[in-house]
């Protein structure tokens, strides 16, 4: 099983201002691969927070089919997703005997998590041509460095430029 | 008259660790375009402590005969440099009137200062695929945001991705 975050983030590093937000973000920038990399994963994993703040948007669900699952330590009730708790490697142990075959992680805390456990194979970023100074640091704190491989980069018109990496040396969960 | 800020960072967004360590940058990259700006540039503007941090490099001194700034609020007394403090906007006119051109801006609360002052026009980043997860920040805190016009983006076989960006919109200094 492999797991891919697709993030998008300030020059400077940041995927949201101190209180959240993301007025910051292109509101309505060309497609740069989030269809495509849906299309590739089966499971989205998310934090509880960011699962909130995709609900708060409104609208009609937007995963279709895809199996969505919310970590949290307190009960989640949703006609469309599951709850789950646990360490990262529980989470994967569980979507992995129940068929998941390609996660997306989503949420600061939860991608921090998961690379933090080394569950995190590639990693997708996505960089707005902004500096904002201050934010919500992309993924915090790290036991220790992760290096990465690069395997393309992409510009697009709107300034947007996104990065592919996989995780090299993964540590044991 | 243009200034330009050539910095590496990783993926993250970090300059340097915690304590200004550098070794997670690769040791002999291949060339990335830093002998090009210098052929371009003919004034180096350094902060103190980046200075002091080249010095301890050892070896010939490495800027030729290009002219050298060295922003103290102290003296600074090197054959091969000259002092000068004050704002940044005093600095780039004294430079300007002594006939400078093209400035290469260098260290983290320099580069910081001039951004505020809406006094550099060029910001060439290239990313290191690694995460530290800790550090000292690309740029740190700024007034507002700055936002950037993407030129042009390259990758290196050692997996170094160089973004070059036109500051826009700049605030008055």
């Known amino acids: 099983m492999i797991a891919t975050v697709f993030v998008g983030a300030s020059v400077d590093g940041f995927i949201a201002r101190r209180d959240g ?3 910051w973000l292109p509101q309505e920038p060309e497609p740069h691969g989030y269809e495509e990399l849906m299309a590739e994963i089966d499971t989205i ?15 009609a669900w937007p995963y279709g089919g895809k199996r969505v699952v919310v970590l949290s330590s307190r009960p989640v009730e949703h006609e469309h997703a599951e709850h789950m708790s646990g360490e990262p490697g529980e989470i ?24 933090r456990a080394g569950l995190i194979q590639r990693l997708i970023v996505t960089r707005v041509p902004v500096l904002l100074g201050d934010g919500i640091p992309l993924f915090g704190s790290l036991p220790h460095d992760v290096r990465l491989r690069h395997v393309m980069t992409r510009s697009f018109p709107s300034g947007l430029v996104q990065s592919q990496y996989e995780v090299v040396h993964q540590p044991m969960p």
């Open 21 to 23: 937000g993301l007025d």
């Open 45 to 59: 994993v998310f934090g509880r927070h960011t699962f909130e703040t995709v609900l708060g948007f409104g609208g």
């Open 92 to 115: 994967v142990a569980k979507l992995e005997a129940s068929g998941a075959t390609h996660l997306y992680v989503d949420g600061g805390i939860t991608v921090q998590r998961f690379l």
